[in-house]
């Protein structure tokens, strides 16, 4: 097990490519793409997004202090990595990508209507870092497509065919490993073989 | 695309099970799993674990002010599940599950030597959200394991075998669907077809 030993790098992963939509003072809406994204805090439900300020973005949310983040498909994958690149000042890219414009029930700005999971934050404090801004928000209302719903009533989400990103590779997510406490419900739990 | 509304819940997906380890002051080290952890700013590098004030490690955290962020794999995802259930008040994990403790090159906290990556990390502040604190630190340190280096000195990150973690169950990752950018690398780029 030899190691090297590099600078600082962006090396966490796999991250969330999750697509954050807002809309501005008069509506207008864009969708920006945000790796640097997660939850932050089970109860209240509290989650956090890195933008940089030269993102079109970056100036509707700090001004509306709302966004949705909308979770990525596989379908969505192509879109999201789109958004990701381009920039809402020069597309529409609602129009352009063919997205479901869907009303949110808590905040203005709208939700991806093709997105299986949507969650309408509200901002709570933003702090400067570097070439990143920290938006601290609270989950005001999330939103789920009924599709993923079993007949048991669960929401399927592991079905949805959620996308990771890994080093500047989008990926599909494989076979389920096991569940949360699984090391310690085995006979030998929590042992390495 | 019907939707159904729910109160506010995590459901921010894939995110990445990490191991974090720790040392307190004097030397006795922990290793916990969090799953509320990701890159907040690209330069400098910095990230973000949330952690509950009841884990063992907090406290330790909190005193040092220093811990490593380990990237767990698919042959770690059995040990990475039972650092998230089980408390180091109680065992050794590094002993129990025989993990490598690996001496880190900028903080005192140790690292593991099976994970691919390891981030050494200083924490610069800690906000206080609810159910658990937010830890904003700079990564100081990289190491890898050259495992992972191809012919070409290309570190291969989505060889690894890294795991996400979905809503309570942990997963593999799967096929490549793209690079950043190619939705408009492509001739029809960023159209969805």
């Known amino acids: 097990m030899a190691r090297q030993y590099w600078r600082p790098s962006n090396m966490l992963y796999p991250v969330p490519p999750v697509m954050i939509s807002c809309a501005d003072e008069d509506g207008k809406s864009n969708i920006m793409t945000a790796a640097w994204a997660g939850t932050i805090c089970s109860d209240p439900v509290m989650v956090s997004v890195s933008i940089r300020p030269e993102r079109y973005s970056h100036g509707i949310i700090s001004r509306t202090r709302e966004f949705v983040i909308n979770l990525t498909t596989q379908e969505l994958a192509r879109a999201a990595d789109f958004c990701g690149v381009r920039s809402g000042r020069e597309v529409d890219k609602f129009a352009l990508l063919h997205l479901t414009k869907l009303p949110s029930r808590r905040v203005k700005a709208p939700s991806i209507g093709e997105s299986p999971v949507c969650l309408e934050c509200v901002v709570e404090k933003i702090e400067k ?7 601290i928000a609270r989950v005001v209302q999330v939103s789920v497509d009924e599709r993923y719903l079993d007949e048991k009533g669960r929401f399927a989400l592991e079905d949805a065919g959620l996308v990771a990103y ?28």
Chains 1, 2 share one sequence.
């Not at 870092?129 to 938006?135: K, R």
């Open 166 to 193: 890994v080093h500047g590779a989008y990926l599909s997510l494989g076979k389920k490993l096991g569940t949360f406490g699984f090391s310690v419900r085995k006979k030998r739990g929590g042992r390495k073989k």
């Open 129 to 135: 870092l570097g070439t990143h801004d920290l938006f």
